[in-house]
């Protein structure tokens, strides 16, 4: 079974670095084809894609927000950690992390499991 | 402003047949599977639909999917009052290094 979970501080202010960890079981990140992804959503708005890791440690960003944010993993841990810097008001929102892979013919890749969400303020 | 174009609003009556669209372009839809989340109130996303048409086990066949060029589509038979949801569509950019993009949601009233 699969399962996510985000951590992480609930009320940063503004211009401070936030660092969310996503902690998983049920699947290993050194598996090929795995990936763990992050993905935002403002309170009442859309979801966001933010950020993506491999099995491979290959990390693919969000064009919009490349310069602000780092996403690293450790596989011995089965954590995920997503750091996002100089936040600003805008960025409040619940933030979620989810597994990534491909079905079975290899072809189509898909966010198929989320954790809770974690809702993130920033503010003074 | 999201990168695939939705509908922020539809609705239908118990029973009836809904279809949500999703636009985007050639280097997104046009060249890549899509995938659809359906978004119950205070939840998480689920994988509702994933390339373009196939349905994860535990998905009612009433949800069904489609794709041409640039523009794919979500049709709900047989509306349940439980589908009341925002639906998203998302699929992979192949332009600069890729990235995922997601459509803006639409808000699937039930009446």
């Known amino acids: 079974q699969i399962t996510l979970k985000e951590s992480g501080p609930t009320l940063v202010k503004p211009t401070q670095t936030l660092t969310l960890t996503c902690t998983f079981s049920?699947?290993?990140?050194?598996?090929?084809?795995?990936?763990v992804g992050w993905i935002r959503q403002p309170p009442g708005k859309a979801l966001e894609w933010l950020a993506l890791?491999?099995?491979?440690?290959?990390?693919r960003y969000s064009p919009s927000l490349k310069s602000r944010l780092t996403i690293t993993k450790d596989t011995s841990k089965n954590q995920v950690v997503l750091t996002m810097t100089n936040m600003d008001p805008v960025d409040t929102a619940t933030y979620y992390c989810?597994?990534?892979?491909?079905?079975?013919?290899?072809?189509?890749?898909?966010?198929?499991?989320w954790g809770q969400g974690t809702l993130v303020t920033v503010s003074s | 402003q999201s990168v695939l174009t939705q509908p922020p609003s539809a609705s239908g009556t118990p029973g009836q047949r809904v279809t949500l669209s999703c636009s985007g372009s050639t280097s997104n839809i046009g060249s890549n599977a899509v995938n659809w989340y359906q978004q119950l109130p205070g939840t998480a996303p689920k994988l509702l639909i994933y390339?373009?048409?196939q349905r994860p086990s535990g998905v009612p066949d009433r949800f069904s999917g489609s794709k041409s060029g640039t523009s794919a589509s979500l049709a709900i038979s047989g509306l349940q009052s439980d589908d009341e949801a925002d639906y998203y569509c998302a699929a992979w950019d192949d332009s600069l290094s890729g990235y995922w993009v997601f459509g803006g949601g639409t808000k699937l009233t039930v009446l």
């Open positions: 989810a597994h990534s892979h491909y079905d079975s013919s290899g072809y189509y890749v898909f966010f198929d499991y």
């Open positions: 049920g699947f290993s990140l050194s598996t090929s084809a795995v990936g």
């Open positions: 390339g373009n048409n």
């Open positions: 890791i491999y099995w491979d440690d290959d990390k």
